[in-house]
């Protein structure tokens, strides 16, 4: 008898361990391998996921690149590579355009290794330039450049500003049906979406989800 509560008691941490673990890992199953853990963006994720079927989106951008591939699914949230995957499973296109050549060069050798080079092109190039010369109707946009910080209040309005310059340079190629959704915004001072959020509410915008990441179709 003392030996089986023993026992219990010896097991119990490793199973609660496990189990909270287990709880805590937000998978994108099955259209994702389980292995990957989206976390926070998991529901928002789900969700789009959905409307790029419904709508037939056909022309997706992002803006800031997955840098490091498919590594970072927890922390950066590998959107490249989400919506890159529908889009070759969809016949549609996906454009990513990043500043930084590191960036550019790590999304670049995921899309080599996932053979998605006919479905996704990454742009080495400031945003705002790549989106003020892009002439095609946008279905999709997905706004996560300039990063955001926590606690530098200047950052943050700095990068707040950087995402509403950003919608405003592509807004008019979107359409009724459209679809934005902007990373990075549960965060203190409201995150890269605060100020772009604002103005899409006071156009004809509306938001579906408000959690860590804020997606928005037209009313
Ligand atoms: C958080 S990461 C993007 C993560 C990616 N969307 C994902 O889901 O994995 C932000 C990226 O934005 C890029 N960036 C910062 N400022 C930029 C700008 N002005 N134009 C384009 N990209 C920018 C950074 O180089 C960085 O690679």
Redesign the pocket.
């Known amino acids: 008898m003392v030996f089986k509560i023993l026992t219990i008691v010896l097991l119990l941490p490793p199973a609660i361990h496990f189990t909270l673990k287990f709880i805590k890992h937000k998978s994108l199953y099955p259209f994702m391998p389980f292995k990957y853990n989206f976390r926070r963006r998991r529901i928002t994720f789900a969700k789009t996921l959905k409307l790029l079927d419904e709508r037939h989106v056909k022309m997706i951008i992002?803006?800031?690149?997955?840098?490091?591939g498919l590594k970072?699914t927890k922390g950066?949230?590998?959107?490249?590579f989400v919506f890159g995957k529908w889009a070759q499973q969809n016949n549609a296109k996906m454009h990513s355009?990043?500043?930084?050549e590191d960036?550019v060069k790590g999304a670049q050798n995921e899309i080599n290794k996932q053979n998605l080079n006919d479905t996704i092109t990454v742009h080495l190039?400031?945003?705002?330039e790549f989106l003020k010369t892009f002439e095609n109707t946008v279905d999709f946009l997905?706004l996560?450049?300039?990063?955001y910080s926590k606690t530098d209040v200047d950052i943050q309005i700095k990068s707040q500003e950087?995402h509403l310059k950003e919608f405003k340079l592509i807004e008019n190629k979107l359409h009724d049906n459209s679809i934005v959704l902007i990373?990075?915004c549960g965060l203190p001072g409201g995150g890269k979406g605060k100020t772009v959020v604002e103005y899409m509410l006071k156009k004809d915008w509306k938001v579906l989800i408000d959690a860590y990441q804020i997606l928005l179709v037209k009313k």
């Open positions: 992002e803006t800031g690149t997955s840098r490091e970072n950066d949230g590998a959107a490249t355009v990043d500043i930084n960036s190039s400031d945003s705002l997905y996560d450049s300039y990063d950087h990373d990075d």
